[in-house]
């Protein structure tokens, strides 16, 4: 990839980012969590974008078009991974990394964020809303 094709229309994106990001952000964070753990260097955030809109696994806008696991598994050079809904969150495993779903009924608006980490600072959601459901990634094998 040129230097051209790595940065141009890169500041549009990210403005068009601040409703549909984070989602995709937060799989990139489970995924650097998941590179960690194993010794790997953490995602290059220009290239997963990059690379997840040439795949169609993203839209212009950051919204993942589909359960997250194929985005996972690109950012973890090929693990396989499988996703579980849940109303509340028990007991986690080693190879469960989780994720929150909020809702505010006030905006209509959802925002996802994990238990330690938000890539959205002081959200209305999280401070108006509730916990929808949480999400259980699982890396397979």
């Known amino acids: 990839m040129t230097v051209k094709e790595r940065y141009d229309g890169l500041q549009t994106l990210f403005l068009s980012a601040h409703q549909s990001a984070c989602h995709f952000l937060t799989l990139c964070s489970i995924a650097d969590e998941y590179r960690v753990d194993h ?29 997250g696991c194929k985005v996972l598994k690109l950012l973890t050079d090929g693990q396989k991974w499988s996703r579980k809904d849940v109303a509340k969150l028990g007991k986690v495993g080693d190879n469960d990394y989780t994720e929150a779903e909020w809702f505010n009924p006030r905006t209509g608006f959802t925002h996802f ?14 401070a108006e ?12 094998g």
């Open 39 to 67: 010794k790997l260097p953490y995602v290059d955030l220009i290239w997963a974008i990059r690379t997840c809109r040439s795949k169609g696994l993203i839209d212009d806008e950051f919204y993942v078009k589909d359960d």
């Open 113 to 126: 964020r994990r238990r330690y980490v938000d890539t959205l600072r002081d959200s209305v959601t999280v």
């Open 129 to 140: 809303g509730y916990i929808k459901q949480y999400r259980i990634y699982t890396v397979e």
